[in-house]
């Protein structure tokens, strides 16, 4: 058998006395675009980081093709939410896809040809290449996205993990961005993506892991986006097309919009 890309089994993290995750598991195969979707304090950004290895569980482990966190360094990529990042530091988009080299050099080596070469390919990947010299607090919020995306793929990490890439970019920019997230699955590697719009959640997707503290669901997203599962999840607080995708049919859940909280 092949061996999941990430196996998560039985994680419980807290903050505090109170737990962001309990008793979480699931396991992806390699090669798979997977959503995580869920409302707001759900857990979700809570989850990425603990796959980091940046949180430390209270139980139970995450293993990344088989190894614990701590052995995966340069194996899995990590796009932040754009409001983790500071725009104003003085770094060209160039520069930011250099940063994904680094941790393949040793520090008394400089970057090669090959290294400067992985970083264009990965610009030119995500359309940003003619935009190399400009400084990154000069973008446009969906350009800034897919300079980051181009450093998780200049690391050539197997595993990429993306907090909301989606959110605040015009529609253009967000079929430029599903365009790369393909790309990059067709080249076999394996994607985990936080997403919030549960509109199109089922088109972008391979499987989805309903999240809110606990796993309500995860498998495909005919599976996954019920009304049954998603009322118990957003407890009315959304006006959804719950997608029975049996029928193809909608069905209104509450009355704040069509998009869930994130």
């Known amino acids: 058998m092949t061996e999941p890309a990430i196996d998560v089994e039985h994680l419980t993290v ?11 598991s699931f396991s992806v195969p390699p090669g798979t675009l997977v959503g995580v979707i869920g409302p707001n304090g759900s857990g979700k950004s809570t989850l990425i980081k603990t796959i980091l290895g940046f949180l430390k569980p209270d139980v139970g482990q995450v293993r990344v093709f088989g190894q614990p966190t701590d052995r995966i360094k340069g194996s899995v ?9 500071d725009w104003d530091f003085p770094v060209t988009v160039r520069e930011v896809a250099l940063m994904g080299r680094y941790g393949k050099v040793p520090w008394y080596r400089s970057l090669s040809p090959e290294d400067y070469a992985a ?6 990947r995500v359309r940003m290449q003619q935009l190399a010299d400009r400084q990154i607090g000069q973008l446009s919020g969906g350009q800034q996205q897919r300079v980051f995306m181009a450093r998780a793929m200049a690391q050539g ?3 990429l993990l993306l907090d909301e890439p989606f959110a605040g970019v015009d529609a253009a920019t967000e079929s430029a961005i599903l365009d790369v997230l393909r790309e990059t699955k067709a080249a076999g590697r394996t994607l985990v993506v936080v997403h919030h719009d549960l509109a199109t959640a089922a088109e972008y997707f391979d499987r989805l892991l309903l999240l809110k503290q606990r796993v309500y669901a995860y498998g495909e997203p005919r599976e996954v986006l019920r009304a049954d599962l998603l009322t118990q999840v957003y407890e009315g607080r ?3 097309f719950a997608q029975v995708l049996e029928g193809g049919d909608a069905e209104e859940r509450g009355d704040e919009g069509e998009r869930a909280d994130r």
């Open 238 to 240: 959304l006006r959804v």
């Open 119 to 124: 970083a264009e390919e990965a610009l030119r």
């Open 77 to 85: 990529a990590y796009v932040p939410q754009r409001s983790a990042v």
């Open 157 to 159: 990490a197997q595993v």
């Open 14 to 24: 807290s903050y505090g006395p109170v737990p962001a995750l309990l008793d979480v």
